[in-house]
């Protein structure tokens, strides 16, 4: 069985700039989760998303956004970088979403610099 | 954010010798907990849970144990290799919540 996948590995964009970040769940997952993960901090809750709805977000700000589609792969857009956005991005799925004891699975991210 | 890293911890382990790692979780509502291996360049990697019920559950090489009263968890790796070496963390998910939350995590180091 596939596990989560995103693409690039690697982003390098300018200030200003947008970026757009893709994530495939595993299958079967309904839930896909983003983080940011910068050096030196912890997991940073960006978005959920469960059956191609927005069901939650983290503290970030709007240029931070996403979508999910009908087969449930999901998109991270962020618009006019910054560059306190260089991270390790990761996507998350899980087979639930509801918060019945279900872990998370993780990609192995995608790392965006802004320069 | 919930989770805010300012130093990750190190713990260095002869091979060969067991490691402990601990997490003080946050969130007195939480019933279910995940230990997360990350190594270099890779996403985190799901090692065992527990749910709330249960003070203790053994998998392969690993045991994690959960104390309630104090809000703690920990990692039990018997007979450590060097392919352990990573960063671990805990992540916990509060009843009948989407969120989970993540401590910052300990670096292990395996010395040969």
């Known amino acids: 069985e596939a596990g989560v996948t995103q693409s690039p590995t690697h982003l390098i964009k300018t200030r200003g700039q947008q970026a757009t970040l893709r994530c495939s769940p595993i299958?079967?997952?309904?839930?896909v989760y983003w983080y940011q993960q910068a050096l030196g901090l912890g997991l940073q809750f960006l978005l959920w998303y469960d059956e191609g709805e927005e069901r939650n977000r983290g503290n970030f700000p709007p240029r931070f956004s996403g979508r999910q589609f009908p087969n449930y792969s999901s998109e991270l857009n962020v618009n006019a970088l910054e560059l306190e956005d260089s991270a390790l991005y990761l996507c998350?799925?899980?087979?639930?979403?509801?918060?019945?004891?279900?872990?998370?699975?993780f990609g192995n991210g995608t790392r965006l610099t802004v320069t | 954010g919930e989770s805010v890293g300012l130093h990750l911890p190190t713990l260095s382990v002869q091979e060969g010798d067991n490691s402990i790692i601990n997490c003080a979780y946050s969130?007195?509502?939480?019933?279910?907990f995940i230990w997360y291996k990350q190594e270099s360049g890779k996403g985190p990697q799901f090692i065992i849970d527990?749910?709330?019920?249960?003070d203790k559950r053994q998998g392969q090489r690993v045991t994690v144990l959960l104390n309630k009263t104090v809000k703690h968890l920990s990692l039990q790796i018997a007979a450590t290799q060097p392919g352990d070496s990573a960063v671990y963390f805990c992540a916990e998910n509060p009843s009948g919540t989407y969120k989970y939350i993540f401590g910052t995590g300990t670096r292990l180091k395996v010395l040969a």
């Open positions: 998350a799925s899980s087979l639930r979403g509801t918060g019945f004891n279900s872990p998370l699975h």
């Open positions: 527990i749910r709330s019920n249960m």
């Open positions: 299958s079967g997952h309904t839930s």
């Open positions: 969130n007195s509502a939480s019933d279910y």
